[in-house]
């Protein structure tokens, strides 16, 4: 069993309670062909801020698939999909400021911690204030 997940962040620091119940990522009808082969069929799912939703299944069983096309990485055959309530291919820059993945395979910086990565692809943004704060 192999497990992928998606966590739904809050957008802003100090934001109204009431923002707080709003939805972050939402899928309608997302679908994924490769050539003749449906790897995704009409996923439906929601993720509210502070909501963390996982993907347990066997391999091919579309988990990477569906995170990868939630981060705009790949294009879907399908759907209806919103990250912060912007389209990830109709607004694919504004939506792109909000999302990152930092995948548990990362061989680039072996002797980096997860929150090291995100310190350091979060320093090129040009923010001091955006990064990962570690215990």
């Known amino acids: 069993m192999v497990a992928a997940s998606l966590v739904a962040e809050p957008g ?4 109204p309670k009431s923002h707080l119940t709003s939805t ?4 309608i009808g997302l679908a994924k062909d490769f050539g003749t082969t449906r790897a995704l069929d009409l996923l439906d799912c929601r993720a ?13 069983a579309a988990k990477s698939t569906t995170l990868r096309l939630l981060l705009g990485l790949i294009c879907p055959t399908s759907d209806t999909a919103r990250v912060f309530g912007l389209n990830l291919w109709g607004q694919a820059v504004g939506a792109h400021r909000n999302i990152a993945d930092v995948p ?5 910086w072996p002797n980096l911690s997860g929150g090291e990565v995100i310190d350091l692809l979060t320093g090129l943004r040009g923010d001091p204030s955006i990064g990962c704060v570690e215990n």
């Open 24 to 27: 972050v990522i939402e899928a």
């Open 104 to 108: 548990e395979d990362v061989s680039l």
């Open 12 to 15: 802003e620091q100090g934001a």
């Open 48 to 60: 509210g801020e502070g909501e963390v939703h996982g993907f347990p299944g066997p391999i091919g």
